[in-house]
T-cell receptor, first 114, second 111 residues
Framework: NAGVTQTPKFRILKIGQSMTLQCTQD?????MYWYRQDPGMGLKLIYY???????DKGEVPNGYNVSRSTTEDFPLRLELAAPSQTSVYFC?????????????FGPGTRLLVL | QKEVEQDPGPLSVPEGAIVSLNCTYS??????FMWYRQYSRKGPELLMY????GNKEDGRFTAQVDKSSKYISLFIRDSQPSDSATYLC???????????FGQGTELSVKP
């Protein structure tokens, strides 16, 4: 059981480049989330989705886009990368929005924008 | 002022010590409180959650919430080297609400 998988594990981007961070879960979870984690800053929610075809903004959505065409996949798109987007990105999923349902996190993608 | 404040540490203790990790918050509407554990270069994993005020115990771990003081704590008894990780508090207003995380406290338990 793979859980939540993320690719790539690490990437270096030049300013202005674009890329897509991939996230896949095999637990048939409806809810999926993208967070970024900066040193000493905790996790901040970028976007989330409550099901295929439905997405909504989180706390820090600027500079990012998402789509949810299937239950399993929730890619995060960075357009025109900026140094401020250097961070560790975590994807998570949960069966419901209930706190009792654990959010399962992927291993993260480390992104460096130079 | 940040909604959730957590001392980033690092905190270093000897094996067997009692560890106290704390968070303060400013939004009195928060009702659900969680502690996540994050090992180095891994994603966070839910350790404990508590609804409203009170205590909750799970093995060596005890979570406390004091809503009147807007203060939550996680106690680890008989700490082990395997407890070395970053501990993040998180909270939200309701079950469908967005999680607000603290900065995380880095804990190191020395053998």
């Amino acid at each position: 059981n793979a859980g939540v998988t993320q690719t790539p594990k690490f990437r270096i981007l030049k300013i202005g480049q674009s890329m897509t961070l991939q996230c896949t879960q095999d637990m048939n979870h409806n809810y999926m989330y993208w967070y970024r984690q900066d040193p000493g800053m905790g996790l901040k929610l970028i976007y989330y989705s409550v099901g295929a075809g439905i997405t909504d903004k989180g706390e820090v959505p600027n500079g990012y886009n998402v789509s949810r065409s299937t239950t399993e996949d929730f890619p995060l798109r960075l357009e025109l990368a900026a140094p401020s987007q250097t961070s560790v990105y975590f994807c998570a999923s949960s069966a419901h929005d209930s706190i009792r349902e654990t959010q399962y996190f992927g291993p993260g993608t480390r992104l460096l924008v130079l | 002022q940040k909604e959730v404040e957590q001392d980033p540490g690092p905190l270093s203790v000897p094996e067997g010590a009692i560890v106290s990790l704390n968070c303060t918050y400013s939004n009195s509407a928060f009702q659900y409180f969680m502690w996540y554990r994050q090992y180095s270069r891994k994603g966070p994993e839910l350790l404990m959650y508590t609804y409203s005020s009170g205590n909750k115990e799970d093995g060596r771990f005890t979570a406390q919430v004091d809503k009147s003081s807007k203060y939550i704590s996680l106690f680890i008894r008989d700490s082990q080297p395997s407890d070395s990780a970053t501990y993040l508090c998180a909270m939200c207003v309701n079950q469908g609400g967005k999680l607000i995380f603290g900065q995380g406290t880095e804990l190191s338990v020395k053998p």
